[in-house]
Nanobody, 126 residues
């Protein structure tokens, strides 16, 4: 069973950048597909970006495409989310998630991901 711990959240002005990291432990990191989800107050949790178990495929929500980049480092057992050109509507709690799946595609469905971190707050001021 894998444990996930997010870091890197904070307060940033619109147009700025943040880099979120998710450290995985307790499992074979290379066998998990990884994803980031977010949840804003009063809204449902939504998919942000994901990367498959091999790191060969990524997928993003339309709202963050061309601004956010997900990557994984198997040597460090981490998955990162580089967020550029941040907007106030990106304000949310960001969650790292893991799924034991060997597909080349990346699922946007939260129920696929069995393991979750505690979340990190990202606030973008206008």
């Amino acid at each position: 069973q894998v444990q996930l711990v997010e870091s890197g959240g904070g307060l940033v002005q619109a147009g700025g950048s943040l880099r979120l990291s998710c450290a995985a432990s307790g499992g074979a990191f290379s066998t998990y597909a990884m994803a980031w989800f977010r949840q804003a107050p009063g809204k449902e949790r939504e998919f942000v970006g994901g990367i498959n178990w091999r790191g060969s495929s990524t997928s993003y929500a339309d709202s963050v495409k061309d601004r956010f980049t997900i990557s994984r480092d198997s040597a460090k057992n981490t998955v990162n989310l580089q967020m550029n050109s941040l907007k106030p509507e990106d304000t949310a709690v960001y969650y790292c998630a893991a799924a034991r799946t060997y597909t080349d595609s990346v699922s946007h469905v939260s129920q696929i991901y069995a393991y979750w971190g505690q979340g990190t707050q990202v606030t973008v001021s206008s």
